[in-house]
């Protein structure tokens, strides 16, 4: 269950549980940028979903401790709604800059000692002959 799934206001207090559970309190520290909510054990322990929920079993409560920052960045990226959309945007300079990197470091071909385009593949071509 992602934290998103809970009702938080203003990225800074925790309202509800996915299950409707307002926390006993739920508190917010700007120095480390973490909010977390203290729910009742007697609800949680009854709960349908206390095997997917991200809350904490203590002895007194269940507490949910999420960062600031890690929530927004699922938030965004749960924005991005298709995965083919998100596999195909990323995936394609990721692969030119692998196959780039082996080049460079296998073939030598970051140091060529020619300027343009016209002199580059000659000297590309002689060096990928020498291995």
Avoid: W
């Avoid at 739920?26 to 973490?34: A, G, L, Q, T, V």
């Avoid at 927004?72 to 030119?96: D, H, P």
């Amino acid at each position: 269950m992602p934290y998103n799934s809970f009702s938080i206001q203003n990225f800074e207090k925790i309202l509800d549980c996915p299950e409707g559970q307002e926390p006993v309190r739920s508190d917010f520290n700007p120095k480390s940028e973490i909010f977390s909510a203290h729910f009742d054990l007697k609800i949680c322990s009854q709960c349908l979903l206390k095997e997917q929920c991200p809350v904490k079993f203590q002895k007194k409560d269940t507490v949910l401790r999420v960062s600031q920052k890690s929530l927004i960045a699922k938030n965004t990226r749960l924005t991005i709604q298709n995965e083919e959309e998100r596999r195909e945007s990323g995936s394609k300079r990721a692969a030119v800059e692998g196959t780039n990197s082996v080049l460079k470091r296998a073939r030598g071909t970051g140091k060529l000692k020619v300027r343009g385009l016209v002199r580059k593949q000659p000297g590309y071509g002689l060096k990928n002959d020498r291995s």
